[in-house]
């Protein structure tokens, strides 16, 4: 039976990474040190090239996906961007932590998103959209192989809520410029809209020792 194996990839780093700051849809590029790191991580790390890498729009998964497939071709997707914030966007949770709205926050659900923000019921149905349409994209275009440049947020909930084995959000939490692989079976998405989450990726290569 055909599979489509899919890499999802959190980009790099940006300073508000660094500085551990709410980003979501702020466009902001990588940093210097994210940057260096992304290209560190291709000297030690395995990175095959797939037949396309899906992308979302903003700055640091572009810049990523260019470091880490730059002779790929790209799709952009609206769809894997990453949660609106709202009014915590570019603040730090220490100086959130005394705030009623964020204390109601924290207490997590699918429909208690940030003031003026995304909600995490919005966040998966659009991770939803964005797996239907690689998949039949893949499909279409005959391909078995992708790449996925998209944010950790995404991964998470993509992962917990389409792939196999059941895992919490934060199971599938990932470093920057790492993910995991998939496989999709036409048969297994199509009965229960659900894939095999294969293992982290990528790996480290190979090294050969003489003998």
Request: glycine residues 8%.
């Amino acid at each position: 039976m055909k599979g489509y194996r899919i890499a999802f990839i959190r980009h790099g780093m940006t300073e508000a990474n660094e500085e551990g700051r709410y980003i979501g849809t702020t466009d902001l590029p990588l940093s210097e040190l994210g940057s260096r790191e992304l290209f560190d991580k291709l000297d030690k790390l395995d990175y095959p090239n797939p037949q396309k890498v899906y992308i979302s729009p903003l700055k640091r998964c572009k810049q990523t996906a260019d470091i880490l497939y730059p002779n790929c071709y790209t799709a952009e997707l609206a769809e894997l961007r990453e949660m609106d914030f709202g009014d915590f966007e570019n603040k730090k949770a220490e100086d959130l932590m005394d705030t009623p709205e964020y204390k109601q926050y924290i207490k997590g659900g699918l429909d208690n998103p940030p003031p003026n923000g995304e909600s995490a019921r919005e966040m998966v149905n659009r991770c939803y959209e964005a797996i239907k349409i690689i998949i039949s994209d893949m499909m279409y275009e005959g391909l078995t192989s992708a790449a996925v440049v998209t944010h950790g947020g995404i991964i998470m909930n993509m992962l917990s809520c389409f792939g196999v084995p059941k895992r919490r959000p934060m199971d599938y939490a990932c470093d920057f410029g790492e993910g995991f692989e998939v496989m999709v079976t036409a048969a297994m998405w199509q009965r229960s809209e659900a894939f095999e989450i294969l293992g982290r990726y990528p790996v480290e290569e190979e090294t050969e020792y003489e003998e």
